[in-house]
């Protein structure tokens, strides 16, 4: 297992086919709807099996020059609560520091709100409700 930003064409198809698996397709959201405009200029960080699977997924996009901003976080579900999520969410908050960030902000989907609170993020509000059914919670963490 090991932690790398995805370069190749083959590693971007297994980063953004987790994303979809784990946050898309259970809502019954087509492949596609995984992605967004940010992603071409965003800092994108997996956890890769030996056999070259990905195991996690999350990416850092800026907000402001200060202010970066954590999406699509997203751990294969026969991995999960295997400390996965806190080597991305880690390798994001490093990356998002080296190049200036001193907040973090992010949107949680409240089921996972004990991991982010586990990692040091504080609630700040409401957030956006995802398919009609999906609860979010803001939360943010000063670096
Ligand atoms: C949320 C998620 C990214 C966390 O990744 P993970 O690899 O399972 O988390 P870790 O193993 O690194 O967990 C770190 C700590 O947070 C806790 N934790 C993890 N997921 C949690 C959850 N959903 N609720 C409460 N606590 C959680 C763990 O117990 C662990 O604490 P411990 O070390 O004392 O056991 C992952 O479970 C996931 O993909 N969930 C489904 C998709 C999702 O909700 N993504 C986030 C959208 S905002």
Known sequence: MKLIGPASAAEFEQYYDLRWK??????????????????ATSIHVMVIAD????????RLHFNTISEAQIRFMAVDVGHQRRGIGTLILKA?????AELGATRIVL????????FYCKLGYS???PGPMLYDRIAHVKMSKLL
Request: aromatic letters at 2%; a negative charge.
């Open 51 to 58: 056999n070259k699977v990905a195991l996690g997924v999350g």
């Open 92 to 96: 994001l908050e490093t990356r998002g």
């Open 22 to 39: 784990i946050l898309r397709a259970p809502w019954n959201q087509p492949r596609g709807s995984e992605q967004d405009t940010l992603d």
């Open 123 to 125: 609630t700040t509000g």
């Open 107 to 114: 949107d949680a989907r409240e089921t996972a709100l004990g």
